[in-house]
């Protein structure tokens, strides 16, 4: 179990602040790195991988500094969106190459086991040169997995992946996830960070917006008015019984039900059923269809 | 063999670039084998030849295209992450690829001027050229694999040094020659095997002191370089 630490990490070019007073612990598990593009999630994904200097404050792996440190790479995998590869070598040279460089005990097993991984065994003898980018990107995926690393960033992984590819990597990267690895990927596509999961680090303009599970940062989003989709045997009168609530601040009503908007996440999800009781009406559905991690972000960026 | 040197040496050889190295080396025996063949003295030819094509030319941009190939084009394609990802002392990373330049330099270059070298003159002359040569290339070698690592232009530099540095300025002004690698080459093969032909404007141990000073000067910075090489992101 590693755990890759940012302790008030800034980096500035010149006269431009990439990244701003940064502090973020990634334990054990998923974590997405959220941004739009340019916030500088790239910039914090090369500070951790030890190919950037912080201009202050200190990036550690296991209390060990990232930058001028070569020893970490033996914790370390890193799978950067730039997708240069040695493309006269094979897929199996390849990782075999970045196995015997990581001096591992038996390079070939491991090899065969990374390629395994990724599901390249098939196109393992054909040179990286032909490859589609999706073949490339697994197969930089197995290079940087042959160590089977603690810790393992990525940045923009699914960048070229094609439906089927980006489902395999992502229950690839649950099961690493699940086996006790810390994984940190960056996207800017919601979906991908919504089914991968649910621990963001959502950085924007170079400043950390928000740390944790996106649907808690929601809930403490209390200046915003949740909203949920509500169903029930008599809409109608659920609405007049509702607006006397003072946890509810809005009730629309529509045809397939009702959209209430709640100032208060937690008296309004206890009130709720209560009232139905009260009133004997049945609650078919209650959804909160703010919650996804879009609106949450959209949310975030607002502010 | 490391596998740093076994994947420079692969990405070196597995591509075009590889074929700029043949021209120069078939001109200098092609040019020396003519002169002999039609007896033309090599009191005419041979400096020309030796020196003006052979050590101010085929050499220092053989070491130009190989020093550079070895390091500035990984590092400009980026695939350098994928060696520097490893927990490897960046000594031994530009050890590696040190070896493979310099071997690769000293070989392409050696061969041709010792052939160059005992049709002028003799054999111990085309000796004396040889090990010039290998030192010229180990300190070539090293100066451009650290250009590569100070500069995003590293061919563009390297290729000033030769042709400005030592090519204009060595001529005529005399303090510039302390500082040309092509000057020691000179002196060292002419050390070796004195004949006439070479007109070395340094001393021996000045020579000899400077070629260890930018193998080892030049090798200890790129390390260094090395251990702080950053990668920036495509936005920023």
Redesign the interface.
């Known amino acids: 179990m590693s755990v890759v630490q940012l302790e008030n990490v800034s980096r500035w070019y010149g006269n431009v602040v990439a990244v701003n007073d940064i502090s973020m612990t990634l334990q054990p598990g998923v974590t997405g790195l959220l941004g739009p593009n340019g916030a500088g999630k790239t910039t914090v994904l090369h500070m951790m991988a030890g190919f950037l200097a912080p201009s202050k404050g200190t990036v550690t792996i296991d209390n060990s500094p990232t930058w001028r440190n070569p020893g970490i790479y033996r914790t370390l995998g890193l799978v950067a969106e730039r997708e240069a590869v040695h493309g006269f070598l094979t897929a199996y040279e390849f990782v075999l190459a970045c196995a015997k460089m990581q001096k591992l005990p038996d390079p070939a097993a491991a090899t065969r086991r990374a390629l395994e991984m990724v599901e390249m065994t098939s196109a393992q003898d054909r040179r990286i040169g032909t490859f589609s980018k999706g073949m490339r990107q697994r197969t930089r995926v197995a290079a940087s997995l042959v160590h089977e690393p603690q810790v393992l960033l990525l940045d923009e992984p699914f960048n070229g992946m094609d439906p089927r590819q980006r489902v395999h990597m992502m229950e690839l990267l649950h099961k690493l996830g699940d086996e006790g690895h810390t994984i940190l990927f960056s996207s800017h596509i919601l979906e991908e960070v919504e089914q991968l999961s649910g621990l963001v680090q959502v950085i924007v303009a170079g400043r950390l917006a928000a740390s944790g599970d996106y649907r808690r940062i929601r809930r403490l989003m209390t200046n915003r008015p949740h909203v949920f989709a509500v169903q029930s045997s008599d809409d109608r009168r659920l609405a007049i019984a509702l607006i006397g609530e003072k946890s509810v601040s809005g009730i629309e009503v529509e045809a397939d039900g009702l959209t209430v908007r709640a100032s208060d996440y937690g008296s309004f999800t206890r009130v709720l059923p209560r009232i139905a009781l009260d009133q004997g009406i049945r609650l078919r559905k209650l959804l909160p269809s703010d919650e996804s991690l879009e609106s949450v972000f959209s949310y975030l960026l607002e502010a | 063999m490391s596998?740093?040197a076994?994947?420079t040496a692969?990405?070196l050889f597995?591509?075009r670039r590889v074929l700029m190295l043949l021209p120069l080396p078939l001109l200098l025996i092609g040019l020396a084998v003519i002169c002999k063949a039609y007896d033309v003295s090599p009191d005419q030819w041979g400096q020309p030849v030796v020196v003006g094509l052979g050590l101010a030319v085929v050499l220092p941009v053989i070491s130009l295209i190989v020093g550079t190939g070895v390091l500035g084009s990984e590092v400009d394609?980026?695939?350098i992450?994928?060696?520097?990802?490893?927990?490897?002392?960046?000594r031994d990373i530009i050890l590696a690829k040190l070896l493979v330049a310099a071997g690769v330099s000293a070989v392409t270059a050696a061969v041709p001027l010792f052939v160059v070298g005992a049709l002028a003159n003799s054999v111990r002359f085309g000796l004396a050229l040889v090990v010039g040569a290998v030192a010229g290339a180990i300190a070539y070698s090293a100066l451009f694999l650290l250009l590569s690592l100070l500069s995003r232009r590293p061919v563009l530099l390297g290729l000033a040094y030769i042709l400005v540095w030592e090519g204009l300025l060595g001529r005529f002004v005399s303090g510039t020659r302390v500082l040309s690698i092509e000057q020691y080459v000179i002196t060292i093969a002419d050390k070796i095997a004195p004949t006439g032909m070479l007109d070395g404007k340094v001393s021996v141990p000045v020579a000899v002191v400077m070629s260890v000073i930018f193998a080892l000067g030049g090798t200890i910075y790129a390390i260094n370089r090395l251990?702080?090489?950053?990668?920036?992101?495509?936005?920023?």
């Not at chain 2, 060696?83 to 960046?90: E, G, M, N, Y």
């Not at chain 2, 251990?227 to 920023?236: K, M, N, P, R």
């Open positions: 596998t740093v076994y994947i692969r990405g597995g591509r394609e980026g695939t992450v994928h060696i520097l990802t490893k927990p490897l002392a960046r251990g702080s090489f950053s990668v920036a992101g495509e936005t920023s």
